[in-house]
């Protein structure tokens, strides 16, 4: 199979990489610095367990370059999504597979109704993983998983080839059959952990050491499964206990990529994130009151950084 990684940042980069190291036809498509750096000395990997390079022969800024693949790791921010879709087509055959590995529910049919040809499947990254310095991308510890299914559950030959190709290479990976429910898990986790951790500008051990802020990830993560029920979407009683075990496990020092993005002046994900939880909580009746303080809190940043950004560009 050749893929092409769309986005190569903390989390395309690790996982494409993981694939390229262990001798898949990977293709890389980044920006900026990070691409330049790779272009020169190819993207370096590095975690607690091991540390690789993968040559920059296949690392791009075009996607015409890579030619036709077989799958792509969609993996841009999901401010990006339609943008970067539409500059998949040259890449796509009737058969490619398109994985959204991108925080938010909603991706996979923005991307669908961007590209001719292709499939897109639901995907799930479990990974705390960022762009240390151009051209170098640091796993740190904790989960390292990927969850990917067809949307409409139906699991094809093709799906479980591309499951093997993960799993060879070392990748921890699950093909689901009930990627929704795996969309929607992901999406209560991350908008209770990672929007708390931007809104205080603490680390996730700082929070966790604390019973008002253990208290405040706990009620953020609630608002967002009471709109999941209200969305009819089955999900465990037990979810948001077995996301403080999840949390347990990483190290005290972790910050989320919703942080990092805001210390950095970064655009940021708030729109997919709390804004897409205050929009379907207003549209079920659904309370969100912690969200909307989350989402008013840092919109203003990712205004702010957008503007700047666009400022740099002209």
């Not at 890579?66 to 970067?84: M, N, P, Q, R, W």
Request: net charge positive; with cysteine; charged share 20%.
């Amino acid at each position: 199979m050749r893929f092409l990684i769309m986005g190569t940042g903390g989390v395309g980069g690790y996982f494409g990489g993981k694939l390229a190291n262990a001798g898949n036809d990977v293709w890389f498509i980044a920006r900026g610095k990070h691409l330049e750096a790779m272009k020169q000395r190819g993207l370096t990997i590095t975690s607690a367990k091991e540390t690789f390079t993968v040559p920059p022969k296949t690392i791009s800024g075009n996607v015409a370059d890579a030619g036709t693949v077989d799958v792509v790791l969609f993996c841009v921010k999901s401010y990006d999504t339609e943008t970067a879709a539409r500059q998949l087509i040259p890449a796509l055959q009737k058969d490619s597979i398109v994985i959204s590995l991108q925080n938010g529910i909603d991706n996979e049919e923005k991307i669908q109704r961007s590209i001719p040809l292709g499939r897109v499947y639901g995907g799930v990254a479990y990974i705390y993983s960022t762009v240390t310095a151009p051209g170098v991308i640091t796993r740190n510890e904790g989960p390292s998983k990927i969850v990917f299914g067809p949307l409409d559950g139906t699991l094809s030959d093709r799906a479980t080839e591309l499951h093997k190709t993960f799993k060879d290479a070392g990748v921890d990976a699950d093909l689901s059959a009930t990627i929704e429910q795996d969309l929607w898990k992901k999406f209560i986790f991350i908008n209770g952990a990672s929007g708390v951790t931007a809104l205080t500008r603490l680390t996730l051990g700082e929070l966790l050491a604390n019973p008002e802020t253990r208290a405040l990830i706990r009620s953020a993560m609630e608002e967002v499964l009471a709109v999941a029920r209200a969305k009819r979407i089955p999900l465990d009683v037990n979810l948001i206990d077995t996301f403080f075990e999840t949390l347990s496990k990483f190290k005290n020092d972790t910050r989320s990529s919703l942080y990092y993005d805001l210390a950095n002046g970064k655009p940021m994900e708030v729109e997919a994130l709390a804004g897409t939880v205050v929009k379907l909580g207003e549209r079920l009746s659904i309370p969100t009151p912690i969200q909307k303080t989350i989402y008013a809190s840092l919109l203003p940043y990712h205004r702010k950084h957008v503007q700047n950004l666009s400022g740099v560009n002209k």
